[in-house]
């Protein structure tokens, strides 16, 4: 598969027609989707007529943007008007968008093609793409492992060469963590960066779209064509957009690296050594490292949940049968009716829902969610400390590297722990990227996560471009 820079290129020249382009594109996906499952829709007849009117108009001599002929898959809890979005759920089956979303729009304006939706845990929900209705992702690296989540089938569809970029979105690390086990670069922006119009909520205050694609300076490419504010959504923040691409062959002397105190305690050899590694390897390029304290980080997982889940109960209490969702229409009372209706929602976002239920409770509030609050406040005024003494912070993406298919089925904390590194960027809302170095000793990928302060993922851009260079 070619890069975005490529294919804008190839196109724009006339080397390539759009619909060349997108024909490639979907003989990839066609060949190798069966076994990967990284799409659950495919929108051929739309994404041929989308590349044949881009023909059209590069005939007519017409401006073409910044993502002209590019293939983008988008994950399916982002709306695209006229096509299904189902949050892979039986309780969306049959959900078609009635409007677009803002970060499509804005990918259709730049040029791109959108190619089809892809698979993700149930709500974005999971964090190895097992929890949805169509069936598990597997890993292109190694199909036997799990790809990650929630946007498992987005980081996977990279990974595979099926599209040269896709989106998906980031509650807790749902892009950096598959990107991360799948070998890709995932970047999820500051909180506010882009808009979430159009975005189904799993937690409003820590759901963020994200962007998947082969190499630094694609993600950065697409991340600029996203960026900026929206009147649709009142989060969305008032700042100029950076021209991130450009801003990647500055050098890296002068930058302070921070190295989060604690960090690597009880990694496993393989990771620890690749960020150990990384930090060395940035460190030669002039990079200043730094040791940093962020004491409250630890804390960030439990916080994470708490919140998340309390904000998921409330968001997920409108697919009642009545405004969304799956109706029964065979209940014979109301109660019977409330019990059917919510029935097609899978055993993890059952979980969730009641433990934000539990948490939100008179009895519980101030113990769980408000003491929750107050927590995810001192982790982000330890990050802003943190800030004043760095420019970014180098972490592991996860505890592990993509495990098996199952392993760990009957251990939902250890699926909640590969989160551990990530969610901390939202809660703390950070921008926050991943990006490949290396491979453990079972050839699988490790990931390394850059954290930056909000409205400046320049920085985390412009590190991780350097460490890309060395692997």
Not at 144 to 152: A, F, N
Not at 161 to 167: E, Q
Not at 367 to 385: G, P
Request: net charge negative; hydrophobic share 40%; glycine share 10%.
């Amino acid at each position: 598969m070619m890069t975005v820079e490529q294919i804008v290129h190839a196109f724009k020249s006339g080397e390539k027609s759009a619909e060349e382009i997108t024909r490639g594109c979907l003989a990839v996906i066609a060949e190798k989707n069966p076994e990967i499952n990284a799409f659950v829709e495919v929108f051929e007849a739309d994404a041929l007529s989308r590349a044949k009117e881009l023909d059209e108009k590069r005939a007519r001599g017409e401006e073409l943007g910044a993502l002209a002929g590019v293939p983008v898959a988008i994950k399916d809890n982002i709306l695209y008007k006229g096509h299904k979005a189902t949050c892979c759920s039986k309780m969306l089956e049959n959900y078609v968008a009635s409007y677009t979303s803002t970060v499509v729009e804005k990918l259709l304006a730049a040029g791109a093609v959108i190619i089809g939706r892809t698979n993700m845990d149930e709500f974005a929900m999971g964090s190895t793409n097992q929890t949805s209705v169509y069936g598990p992702v597997k890993n292109p690296v190694n199909t036997e492992c799990v790809p990650g989540g929630s946007s498992g089938g987005s980081a996977a569809a990279v990974a595979a060469g099926m599209v040269p970029v896709s989106l998906g979105t980031d509650t807790g690390g749902s892009v950096r963590q598959p990107a991360g086990f799948c070998g890709v670069v995932g970047i999820k922006p500051g909180y506010g960066r882009i808009s979430r119009y159009g975005v189904i909520a799993f937690a409003s205050s820590a759901d963020q779209v994200g962007v998947i694609a082969g190499n630094v300076k694609d993600a950065a490419t697409v991340l600029e064509v996203l960026a900026g504010r929206d009147a649709h959504d009142s989060t969305s923040l008032e700042s100029p957009v950076p021209a991130y691409a450009s801003l990647l062959a500055k050098d890296l002397k002068g930058v302070k690296i921070g190295l989060p105190k604690g960090f690597l305690d009880g990694l496993g050899d393989d990771i620890k050594q690749r960020v150990t590694e990384a930090a060395r390897a940035l460190e030669k390029q002039g990079a200043q490292l730094v040791d940093v304290d962020v004491p409250h980080a630890k804390y960030a997982a439990p916080c994470y949940y708490i919140i998340t889940s309390a904000e998921a109960s409330s968001n997920l209490g409108r697919y009642d049968g009545i405004r969304y969702g799956y109706a029964d229409k065979s209940a014979t009372d109301l109660n019977a009716y409330y019990e059917e209706s919510r029935a097609p929602f899978g055993l993890e976002v059952k979980k969730r829902i009641i433990i934000g239920t539990f948490a939100l409770t008179s009895k519980n509030y101030e113990e769980c969610f408000l003491k929750a609050m107050k927590v995810r406040e001192l982790i982000r005024e330890d990050f802003k400390k943190a800030f004043e003494q760095v420019d970014v912070l180098l972490t592991p993406t996860s505890p592990t590297t993509a495990f098996k298919l199952g392993h760990h089925d009957e251990d939902p904390l250890a699926l909640y722990l590969a989160d551990l590194y990530t969610c901390q960027g939202n809660i703390g809302g950070l921008a926050g990227i991943s990006v490949p170095f290396g491979k453990d000793k079972n050839g699988l990928p490790v990931g390394v996560q850059f954290y930056g302060p909000i409205l400046q993922e320049e920085k985390i851009l412009n590190a991780a471009y350097h460490l890309e260079q060395n692997v």
